[in-house]
């Protein structure tokens, strides 16, 4: 039966194919059988058109198209919506339909750079080692040019370029190695034809070892036969084999294909009918190269040309410089019986079929023309484009063995560009990572300069030099300065100097001393991007030299670096998110700020490794005198449970020294005779200890009938030796009461059911269980063993000591008990008497930073390259606990209990965990969808007594935007 099935199956699509290709066959015929002489003629010409509304000009293609019926226009210059409009009118006008091209090499934008995209040149693509990428961005480009009107791209280049010198090809070409031309020419044409766009590879023979531009003359390729089979022709036949539609022919002196003198290939019939048609078997469409260019220009006369480039075999006359003579020469040509009508009636078959293939004959709807430009610079385009330069990036050599960067904490960096007179983009993400010192030195710089550069660099541990602003152009010295060569070469003798080239492969040969040298290929802000974020360990280094730039860095170099886990920056689209969605945070935000319901904040959303939404919202206060930056530091409040005692409590039981079923009294032995002796962390951990919620300490050392101030019994306002602990900076509480507070929280009495109760008691007592084993309290510890080797810069207890004022954000304006604004001192009152520093509360953090804290943890306790914990104990702490339907072993977690109150949006899944703080905080971790919110304010500021962002639930609904840009997708 299932034998019967396979055969009825593919009898039908036998069926179907030849019905198609008769279809194809009688329209074909149809239209070539309709046609006066004329108009065939004309249909083998194809004639330049600017895209722009210039009135006369487009009168003139209007004219050109009712009086020599041409067979198709390729466009330069201009904007895609105003091409878009003038391909409509065009098409309109014509009898048969249109081919509509473009030299769309790298996109659009290869044509219109300011309105379109430009993807990656070819020759940063040969550095590429993803096919199907590739095929993506030929599959995107096809279906811009579909927007746009164009349904012929003259890419791609099949050119093997060897030749370093090459002025016309160069970084057009996807490098040096024919299979690796071949493979990517392939994909590239592959995806064009998924978007039912012509693809035309070019430039057969081969232009890629020569160092003359056709443009300006006729350049020679003195190579025999052997030598042209084996490098030149090899792309071109691997892609006449995988059915490529269409090949153009490139102006080239062959002496071993055809010798007359001064005789282009395009003009040669041994090379387009012979070597291509006969010996290769193409049937495809052949297009000549703009006949207007030097090559044919300066040997033959219009028309003259024409005629012998369509007796060669060529199928369309492109661009012929003066299309009167040209269009004349050739119907006399035919008149006379030098083309007969069977050589005529060939190509317009061949022309006709191609444009049946494309549905042309359809007459198809275009968009409209008001929305294209929005529609080629999609998000989905940039995408690709940025996975294109990320997955390009190339480390030549690293004799010094810099990668990967593992210990940032430990090294003192700085970076100079060369060739520019700002901060680059490579240099603004290099601080995304870490501080550095970031200088540049323009061209022409003089001596001075570069001496002075060379002693502000010379004592640091690496440097990042990047060379910027070069030129393609061998003959120019790629753009590259002999005082820029010498700079470096000195400063490589003080300190390890990483060399990164923002632009030609074969620049490198001028740096042959130089021990580590990455690629960017291209000055792009993309490209920048990427190698800042490869050479930080976000993303993988895998990129390989797609030509040989000299003897010591031959095609095919390149170390692969693995990723470190830290955390990289994209656009939502790269992870599956949606923008659109996601910009609804902003109008939430401005709803909190509006109502007040905080001031300011910082939001951070992470997905896959990746941070796709950084943003500051608002200022400091309500006085509107300071903005939020993404440097500024919160009171995290109770995040610091999980962000600095829990993380110590699982790197302790990591290391044995730590037992969650241990009871208190293991750990406290001094306190072994009170009711909390035998109960086990475990237990308080999870908020299901039986210890009250909280103890209101302050309220015993302040007095007052009216005005509650601080008593002088605890209290002086200067700092004394038995009155050290800094409240805030003119409040010091005297040195025993740390005792007193010991004292209240070990007598306290317990809750007889062991129920879940919420208590920051557990983590005062966590706290003190650290500094027991280990002498430190949770400060110290999670500065040596978390904060400190990730290289976070804006997380610490007590930012006053380390931080201006400016920098961090007020929590409360205290009227009950500090009676000042509470700045850059701990907002709870409890952490504040014991000097900043508790295990419940005491924390200050930026987004960043507490998004690479929870990336650790998501990411099973790696980080940059090292191991911070288990990922056994991830794992049981981020579990809820047995006798909890939310909490986790410190973390919590989302209440699974629809009788309870919803903690977090519907959308999160069960796993999630994190915590929210008082002061308007909340950090969660997904690991089903491997997605970080972090969300940052002051709402206590002026007063804690606000809580309109816990009443109108704004940290939920904000997380529930970002599950919602996950499901648009």
Known sequence: MMRHMILISTMMMTVSLFAQKLDRTMWVDSVLNSMTLEEKVGQVFMIRAFSHDDPSHVADIKEQIEKYHVGGICFFQGDPQTQAQLVKEYQDLADIPLLTAIDGEWGLGMRFPKKAISFPRQMTIGAVNDHQLIFLMGKEIGRQCQLSGINVNFAPVLDVNNNAANPVINNRSFGEDRYNVAAKGYAYMKGLADARVLACGKHFPGHGDTDVDSHLDLPVLPFDRKRLDSIELFPFKMMIDQGIPALMIAHLQVPALDDRPNRPTTLSSKVVTELLRQDLSFDGLVFTDAMEMKGVTKHYDPGRADVAAFLAGNDVITLPQKMDRSYAEVLKAVQEGTITMHRLEESIRRILGAKYDLQLHHRKTQADPNKIISAIQSRQAKVIKAQLYEKAITLVADVNHVFPIIDLANINIGSVSLGSRSLTTFQQRLSSYHNMDHLFIPKQASPKDYDLKIGQLKNKDIVFVSVHDMSRLARKGFGIEQAQIDFVNELKEHTKVVLTVFGSPYAIALFKDVPTIVLGYEEDDLAQEAAAQAMMGAIDITGKLPVSASAQFPAGTGITVPNLNRLGFAIPEAVGLNSDTLSLIKDLIQEIIDTKAAPGCQVLVAKDNRIVYHKAFGHHTYDKQIPVTLTDIYDLASVTKVMASTLCAMHLDDRGLFDLKAPISRYIPEEDTTNKADIIYEDILAHVGGLKPWIPFYASTIEGERKKIPSKRYYRHTMHDSFNIAVTNDLFLRNDYRDTIWRKIFSSSLREQRDYRYSDLAFYIMNRTIKNITGYEVDGYAEMNFYHPLGLRHTLFNPYRVFDKDQI??????????????HGYVHDMGAAMLGGVSGHAGLFSNALDVGILMQMVLNKGRYGGKEYLDPKSINYYTQRHWRSSRRGIGWDM????????????????????????????????????????????????????????????????????????????
Not at 809 to 822: A, K, L, M, N, T
Not at 955 to 965: E, I, N, P, T
């Open 894 to 969: 989302k209440e699974l209990n629809p009788d309870k109150k919803q903690n977090l949006c519907e959308e999160a899944s069960r796993h999630t965990f994190g915590h929210m703080g008082f002061t308007g905080t909340m950090v969660y971790a997904d690991p089903d969808y491997d997605l970080i919110f972090v969300f940052l304010s002051n709402r206590t500021y002026p007063s804690m007594t606000n809580n309109k962002l816990g009443k109108e639930d704004y940290r939920q609904r904000l997380h529930s935007v970002v599950y919602h840009a996950l499901m648009m997708e």
């Open 809 to 822: 954000i007020p929590s409360e304006r205290d009227d009950y008990w500090r009676h000042e604004v509470v």
